[in-house]
């Protein structure tokens, strides 16, 4: 389920996305730090092990399946704030060539939540025993990421220095897809050798059992 505090991101990122064609710096760039601000403390209680109180302070969580704390979003879902926040700050200052290539990184960061579902790999769209993000989450930073990225094509003309942004674009999308991708399989795949060694160490205790049973 989306966490309050993950769909007031939203609520933000929309405003500023919806607006930003309009010269209102100043907005793009309070939306940034509020952004910045938001990401930035929910994943720090992640690193830190604290609670700053953030999580229920506005609302009670109604439910808390596939969440370790209950209404915080998931880490993965807190850095995609911190990196909108910080393309925003670069809408504020004009500098979309900036905020496309960090749109790159968010819409990558959601399409391996995205690929997670679809494969059935749990750790491409949640950390550890960490809260998961959510399917329709991955879905909001595709569209967030892509948006950004398209403000760059809409705004400006091609001439070879914005095709050289564009490149950037492209190869920042595949290189934190590839990573993220690449980690998550591995994580998948030690996760799945310490299952079998745990199958295979309780079949070896019983076997063991049994043959101590039948000699006494």
């Known amino acids: 389920p989306m966490q309050f505090n993950t769909a007031l991101g939203f609520l933000w990122v929309g405003a500023s996305l919806c607006l930003i064609r309009r010269p209102w710096g100043r907005f793009h760039g309070l939306i940034g730090i509020a952004l910045v601000t938001l990401g930035t403390a929910s994943v720090s209680q992640y690193i830190f092990h604290i609670d700053l109180g953030i ?12 969440t370790s704390h209950p209404g915080r979003m998931a880490p993965n879902t807190a ?10 700050l670069c809408v504020g200052t004009r500098r979309i060539d900036g905020a496309a290539c960090i ?64 490149s950037v674009v492209v190869a920042l999308l595949s290189l934190t897809c590839s990573l993220a991708i690449g980690q998550a399989l591995l ?30």
């Open 103 to 166: 749109g790159a990184m968010i819409m990558a960061l959601g399409l391996v939540s995205i690929f997670g579902y679809l494969s059935g790999v749990d750790s491409a769209y949640g950390w550890g025993d960490l809260t998961r993000m959510a399917l329709h989450t991955s879905v909001g930073f595709v569209l967030v990421g892509l948006g950004l990225v398209l403000e760059l094509v809409a705004t400006e003309s091609f001439t070879r220095a914005n095709f050289r942004v564009v």
């Open 79 to 88: 850095i995609c704030f911190v990196l909108s926040g910080l393309a925003f």
């Open 55 to 66: 999580d229920e302070l506005i609302v009670k969580p109604f439910t808390t399946v596939r």
């Open 187 to 216: 994580a998948e795949r030690g996760r799945t050798a310490m299952t079998d060694l745990h199958r295979d160490a309780g079949r070896a205790a019983s076997d063991i059992t049994l043959m101590l049973g039948q000699t006494l």
